[in-house]
């Protein structure tokens, strides 16, 4: 039996809109447990970032409860939340989120300054991120240099340096090629296998999904189906 | 860790980065320059001062007021003992004042008459020319005066006078030097003759109004004589001079102001423009008041970044200003500016710098401070999203 890593029950997220409010996520029970390899689809507008954002930790839910490795979200103060992305999470963001000013290094290894290693430890680890994701001849170039499938393979570098218990990754592959999205993929399965690394990814992409053991499809702010895929 | 990140935003930031650190830097030298001129001019206007007039400080006849003409024939005494001692080593001289008439070109003109000892070398007066030697009255006035007067070097003026009973007498005096000094006290509305000579004219042997001193910390006490030291004696010129300065504040002020200006601009930018960056550093587990150290010492870097620009350009300019001196271009004398000359040579002791680099990084500091509150109220997803909330 793996552990279970993550528990959502009965919660439901709004947003105020005008007046209003918008239910984006509604009456959502969901379970996630220790080296999934977990993907959530659904079409444009159904959901997934907001999902992710709340497991993340990025964002609270109005009802219900969410819990993280033993952290209950909504109780989570903004230093404790930032503990926990700190040491636990990677994030890949559908826009990748690099910081212009830095280099490819730099960008990758700002994690791991902020888990406050040291100067060799994040050497060895960028590079090795780097390889991982087929940029270590880019090492020096900054984001503005390169292109949209370099920077998101840059991007999820970032995420996996640290060597996260959870990589959530917001449309890791919309940017990428087909080889490239193998590649990825496979690299992120294989930190899965070796390390146990849980991975949350939202997608409409085939190519994902064929990688992927557990697919949870969201409709309209609801869980449309939750299935077992690829032999699991 | 910050400092490091900081320092990698700043140097990777673009040119109008660039333009307000060098706007920054313009504050530093604008507000040094200025300082250092005032400072320049105090230095200068004081040592002179003290060479022409005050030397270590003055013991005033009691009943004498420079400010009122009228006490002038009342204000002298006998010398007190030590200080005819003093006088009799060279550490002290005694001048002797008294009300008189001249009438250059037929015209009359009321001046004080100042006697003072032609072997003394306390002060700058060139009074070797105040020696008597054929049985003429010799006197030394400023070029100043003697232009206004339109008479020259080698004329000769009527001199009346009263001696002690209120008799007038008269005579004939030979400008036997005119000498220039930028002291106004020793110049205006004042000619100077040798002090036995007016002794006698006035029928006051031994006697004087003022004395000046050499020693600074001297200040015994004589009943009928106040002492007065340096402190009071320029007190005027420090009180034009901070008038001056408080003028001149409103630029430093202005200064500051573009200082701060400039990093305002760069704050408020960049919060705002890089809500996304921000919102990644949360996402990546930065905590809220390390992002806001990260932003304000962004700005701070700034204002060091602009000592070092400030430093590049603003020494060797400093330095030219030192040498050559800043030409003012006017006649000081006309302003009634006593101790300014032509060319002005500006002090810039490590006091000012130090103190103007403090002032300014303290506005920078604050300035640069305020608007990161706004990232405190941020929510991550709105940040990486682009929005500022409230
Ligand atoms: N801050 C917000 N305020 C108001 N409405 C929001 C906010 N964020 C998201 N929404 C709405 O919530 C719904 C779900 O948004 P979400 O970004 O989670 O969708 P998604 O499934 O990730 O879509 P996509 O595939 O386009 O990325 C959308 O209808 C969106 O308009
Ligand atoms: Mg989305």
Redesign the interface.
């Known amino acids: 039996m793996k552990k279970e890593l993550i528990k959502i029950e009965k919660m439901t997220k709004n947003y105020p809109i005008g007046g209003g409010k918008f239910t984006a996520l509604r009456d959502i029970d969901l379970e996630f447990k220790k080296g999934e390899f977990t993907g959530i689809v659904g079409p444009s507008g159904s959901g997934k970032t907001t999902l992710l954002?709340i497991i993340?930790s990025?964002?609270t839910q109005s009802e219900g409860d969410v819990n993280v490795m033993g952290n209950s979200i909504r109780k989570l103060s903004?230093?404790k939340a930032?503990?926990?992305?700190?040491?636990h999470?990677g994030?890949i963001?559908q826009t990748y989120?690099?910081?212009?000013?830095?280099t490819v290094f730099?960008n990758v290894e700002?994690?791991l300054?902020?888990l406050?290693m040291s100067s060799e430890k994040r050497k060895k680890a960028v590079l090795e991120a780097l390889e991982w994701v087929g940029l270590s001849d880019k090492a020096k170039s900054?984001p503005a240099q390169l292109s949209g499938g370099e920077c998101q393979r840059v991007a999820i570098a970032?995420a996996i340096v640290k060597k996260p218990d959870l990589v959530l990754a917001d449309e890791p592959t919309a940017n990428l090629d087909a080889e490239n999205s193998h590649h990825i993929l496979k690299t992120m399965k294989k930190l899965n296998e070796d390390l146990g690394t849980t991975f949350i990814f939202s997608t409409h992409d085939a190519k994902v999904i064929q990688y992927l053991r557990r697919k949870i499809s969201l409709l309209d702010g609801k869980v449309d189906k939750d299935e077992i895929v690829n032999g699991g | 860790?910050i400092f490091k990140?900081a320092y990698?935003?700043i140097?990777?930031?673009g040119f109008r980065t660039w333009l307000n650190i060098f706007i920054l830097s313009l504050s530093y030298f604008v507000i040094i320059a200025l300082q250092g001129f005032y400072v320049g001019w105090q230095d200068d206007a004081s040592r002179e001062m003290k060479n022409w007039d005050f030397a270590g400080g003055q013991y005033w006849q009691e009943t004498y007021d420079p400010y009122d003409p009228y006490t002038l024939e009342d204000s002298h005494a006998a010398i007190p003992e030590d200080l005819q001692k003093l006088i009799v080593e060279g550490e002290a001289i005694s001048i002797l004042f008294s009300p008189a008439t001249i009438y250059p070109e037929r015209r009359m003109r009321n001046i004080v008459l100042k006697g003072i000892d032609p072997d003394q070398n306390l002060v700058e007066l060139p009074t070797k020319y105040l020696a008597d030697p054929d049985n003429e009255i010799n006197c030394i006035i400023g070029s100043g005066f003697v232009d206004n007067l339109n008479i020259k070097e080698g004329d000769y003026i009527v001199l009346r006078w009263r001696d002690k009973n209120g008799t007038y007498d008269a005579r004939d005096i030979k400008v036997a030097h005119v000498f220039s000094t930028t002291v106004l006290t020793v110049e205006s509305n004042q000619i100077w003759i040798s002090l036995p000579t007016l002794q006698e004219m006035l029928g006051l042997p031994n006697e004087a109004t003022i004395i000046t001193i050499k020693d600074e910390t001297y200040n015994k006490e004589f009943s009928g004589w106040q002492h007065k030291d340096l402190d009071f004696l320029l007190i005027d010129l420090t009180n034009m001079i901070k008038a001056k300065t408080i003028g001149s504040s409103i630029m430093y002020i202005l200064m500051l102001f573009l200082a701060m200006l400039a990093i305002f601009d760069t704050q408020v930018l960049s919060i705002f423009r890089r809500r996304?960056?921000m919102?990644?550093?949360?996402?990546?587990?930065?905590?809220?008041p390390k992002i806001i150290q990260l932003f304000t010492l962004e700005g701070v870097l700034h204002a060091v970044l602009a000592i070092l620009m400030g430093a590049v350009y603003g020494i060797p300019l400093l330095n030219h200003f030192q040498k050559v001196g800043m030409q003012i271009g006017m006649d000081a004398k006309e302003w009634g500016l006593s101790g300014l000359n032509d060319a002005l040579y500006p002090v810039y002791g490590w006091k000012l710098v130090v103190g103007t680099i403090i002032l300014v990084l303290i506005t920078v500091t604050v300035v640069s401070f305020l608007p990161t509150r706004k990232i405190a109220k941020l929510?991550?997803?709105d940040a990486?999203r682009g929005k500022m909330t409230k």
């Open positions: 954002n993340g990025l964002d903004s230093k930032a503990k926990l992305r700190s040491q999470i994030f963001f989120n690099l910081l212009p000013v830095y730099e700002f994690p300054i902020l406050g900054r970032r | 860790m990140l990698k935003n140097i990777g930031a996304k960056e919102g990644t550093m949360m996402a990546m587990g930065m905590t809220r929510k991550p997803t990486l």
